[in-house]
C-alpha cells in the first residue's frame, strides 16, 4: 500500500514555527493556527462562567440548609459538588484569560449568563430535584458546545470534555439521591 502525500504538510518546518512564534506575542496562546474566534469563544465561556458559579452558589447554599434525618449525607454530597463546580469556574476563567479575556464575575449579571438557574429548593427532594435539573441542563449545553467548537479550538474543546464528565458524575449522584430520598425517580 502507498502512503498518499497531502496536499499540505502535517507539520511546519521549524523554520516556519519558529517565525510564527515570535510575531502577534500580546496574542498569547492565539497563534496563526489557531482557527477559531477568540473573541466569540470569550464570550460563550463567560456563560459557562456564569453557569458554573450559579452551581457553587446552589450547591453550597444546599449544603448549609438541607435538612432531615438522612440530610447529612445529602449535605456532604453538595458541598463536594460544589468544591468540583468551583475547580470548572476556575478552569474556565483561566481559559477565558488564556484568550485574552477577562472572566466575568459580576454579580448583577450573574444569572442572566447563566444557562442553569438558581433553584434555591424548599425542602431536601426539591434541592436534590434543583440540582438533577441543573446539571442535565449544563450536560446538554456542554454537549452542544463541545460539538461547536470541533477542532477549531481543540484545548477549549477537551476543557469542556472533562466537565462534562463530572456534571454527568453529579447528575448521576443526584438521580440516586432522588430515587433514595424522593420515593421513586422523578
Do not use: W
Request: aromatic share 4%; proline share 3%; glycine share 6%.
Amino acid at each position: 500500500m502507498e502512503n498518499a502525500s497531502p496536499a499540505t504538510p502535517f507539520l511546519s518546518d521549524v523554520k516556519t514555527l519558529r517565525e510564527r512564534a515570535r510575531k502577534h506575542l500580546n496574542s498569547g496562546v492565539v497563534t496563526d493556527s489557531y482557527v477559531g474566534d477568540a473573541s466569540k469563544t470569550v464570550e460563550i465561556l463567560q456563560a459557562v462562567l456564569a453557569t458554573e458559579i450559579v452551581c457553587v452558589l446552589r450547591y453550597t447554599q444546599h449544603s448549609i440548609v438541607a435538612t432531615g434525618l438522612a440530610s447529612e449525607a445529602v449535605k456532604a454530597e453538595f458541598a463536594q459538588h460544589a468544591t468540583e463546580e468551583q475547580g470548572h469556574v476556575m478552569q474556565v476563567a483561566e481559559r477565558i484569560n488564556q484568550l485574552g479575556g477577562a472572566p466575568d464575575f459580576n454579580p448583577d449579571t450573574l444569572t442572566g449568563r447563566s444557562a442553569a438557574e438558581y433553584g434555591a429548593g424548599t425542602d431536601l427532594v426539591s434541592m436534590i430535584r434543583e440540582n438533577l435539573i441543573a446539571e442535565r441542563i449544563a450536560i446538554d449545553h456542554y454537549r452542544e458546545l463541545i460539538r461547536y467548537f470541533g477542532d477549531n479550538d481543540p484545548a477549549t474543546r477537551h476543557m469542556l470534555v472533562s466537565i462534562l464528565a463530572v456534571e454527568e458524575e453529579h447528575a448521576s449522584d443526584m438521580l440516586d439521591l432522588l430515587t433514595t430520598h424522593g420515593a421513586g425517580k422523578p
